[in-house]
């Protein structure tokens, strides 16, 4: 396997498939599309409850995004499989090694784009929630959806304007921009910018959700400290409490490791290419784009598990029934306390 990878130019015109496992796409392929049905039949189960917020439009462009990766390129990793060819060998003018590159380029600068956004949305919505409700609104987010969508596009049709280019990727099941430290003049520059916009992308969404959490946990404490004194009722409340915390803390952490460690090592990959004085980088190169494609696929699971846990919850603690026997309002009084609630219909 590792003299396959030590060419970094046969990968590009490689016809045959000479390794590699097909199950491990199946598998991919298989959790993309339950992981990503299963947390959209979720979404619209709650959706039903209450009306449409800009929270739950993100969510569902992201998930949709997701679930239309999993159709677009997966199907042709498993035909490269199972025909024993390439993307190239399948074609000899790369047409469909061209069409992979752009999707997958296309798919990662959507999705982390929306989810940098999603970010930026809990912050506002908890961090300055007077802005939030003044300014912004569910048309804000179909919007913004479409410019993600409408800017990536152009992006990702320069390679075929003579900016950057698509290769192909060993084991031949791969396209996607070239990455090595071969690339001259407008072609490096591309992908400069490619893995730059990345970088802010990371950047602006773990600084947001460190924000977000930090004013959870804030907002947590001052609930405890006002209702220190009514035992009963604090009781529940903190029954009420915990699941909240659990529904937008959990994804917030996994989201945010989950992104670094998925998207993190794309970027590097591309800033040491252009300083290395090697060729033998396709291993690398390739694990790098694997774990962007897990980002995806974990995606639709960071939002399912924490719903499965928020129900198992409720139905173990029951904690709104009892504060509506006891003729409480199950939001607290305060503006954080308020905020979640109305996060908790979205």
Same mark, same amino acid.
């Given at each position: 396997?590792?003299?396959?990878f ?53 969510v ?20 490269? =499989? ?24 296309f ?22 929630? =007077?802005?939030?409700?003044?300014h ?14 409408l ?43 490619y893995?730059s ?6 950047t602006?969404?773990?600084?947001c ?9 804030m ?24 699941s ?26 591309? =800033? ?40 198992i ?9 009892v ?21 908790r219909?979205?």
């Open positions: 396997m590792e003299n396959s030590s060419n970094h130019s046969k990968c590009h015109e490689m016809v045959d498939v000479e390794f590699g496992e097909p199950i491990t796409s199946a598998l991919m392929f298989a959790a993309g599309v339950v992981g990503n049905i299963v947390a959209l039949v979720l979404l619209e189960v709650r959706r039903r409850k209450t009306s449409p917020s800009l929270y739950h439009i993100l569902t462009a992201l998930l949709m995004t997701d679930l239309l990766g999993s159709f677009s390129v997966s199907p042709v990793v498993l035909t490269a =499989y199972a025909r024993g060819k390439t993307l190239v060998g399948m074609n000899a003018g790369k047409e469909l090694c061209a069409y992979f590159g752009f999707s997958m380029t798919l990662s600068l959507s999705t982390l784009s929306i989810v940098s956004v999603i970010a930026l949305e809990r912050y506002l919505s908890i961090g300055h929630p =007077y802005f939030y409700e003044r912004l609104s569910k048309l804000h987010g179909y919007i913004t959806v479409a410019l993600i969508y800017g990536s596009i152009l992006f990702c049709v320069a390679p075929f304007l003579g900016f950057g280019d698509y290769v192909q990727y060993c084991p031949g099941t791969w396209c996607f921009l070239e990455m090595s430290h071969t690339n001259k003049g407008k072609d490096q520059v591309y992908i400069g910018l893995a916009f990345i970088l802010i992308v990371i602006s969404t773990v600084v959700n460190i924000s977000v959490i930090f004013h959870l946990v907002m947590q404490r001052k609930r405890k400290a006002r209702r220190s004194g009514e035992y009963a009722r604090s009781r529940y409340r903190r029954s009420l409490s915990m909240e915390e659990v529904e937008h803390l959990l994804p917030l952490a996994i989201i945010t490791v989950v992104f670094i460690c998925c998207t993190f090592p794309l970027v590097l990959r591309v =800033y040491i290419n252009f300083t290395s004085s090697h060729t033998e980088t396709s291993h690398a190169n390739l694990r790098a784009l694997r774990l962007l494609s897990f980002h995806s696929i974990i995606n639709p699971w960071v939002f399912i598990i924490p719903s499965i846990v928020r129900i919850w409720r139905k173990l603690r029951k904690p709104a029934k504060l509506d026997d006891l003729g409480e309002d199950p939001c607290v009084s305060d503006r954080g306390g308020a905020l979640l609630c109305s996060h219909t979205t």
